[in-house]
Nanobody, 120 residues
Framework: QVQLVESGGGLVQPGGSLRLSCAAS????????MGWYRQAPGKQRELVATITRDGSTNYADSVKGRFTISRDNAKNTLYLHMNSLKPEDTAVYYCNTKTLLSDATLQGYWGQGTQVTVSS
């Protein structure tokens, strides 16, 4: 199993920046990929960015060029650097990891979420 704890959310003005962190613990060696998702009021949870074990990244079109996903393997920590924030980025941001099981399937885990509010 993997445990995920997000931090770094808060209130920021439009155009500002935030860095979210996700600390992972548990069966770290089984992690196949990690990512950030978000859920805005009245909307379904959506993918923001993912990163695989080889470092390949994927971004939602809405954040491409503004957000950067990265990780520090030594600290078992995932980051989301958010720049040029817009009010529409307001959401609860969730850390997610997929672990590789013995039958080669993937098991997903979620953090508790951290609130990001972009408002003047």
């Amino acid at each position: 199993q993997v445990q995920l704890v997000e931090s770094g959310g808060g209130l920021v003005q439009p155009g500002g920046s935030l860095r979210l962190s996700c600390a992972a613990s548990g069966s770290i060696s089984s992690i196949w990929s990690m990512g950030w998702y978000r859920q805005a009021p009245g909307k379904q949870r959506e993918l923001v960015a993912t990163i695989t074990r080889d470092g390949s990244t994927n971004y939602a079109d809405s954040v491409k060029g503004r957000f950067t996903i990265s990780r520090d393997n030594a600290k078992n920590t995932l980051y989301l650097h958010m720049n040029s924030l817009k009010p529409e980025d307001t959401a609860v941001y969730y850390c997610n990891t997929k672990t590789l099981l013995s039958d080669a399937t993937l098991q997903g885990y979620w953090g508790q979420g951290t609130q990001v509010t972009v408002s003047s």
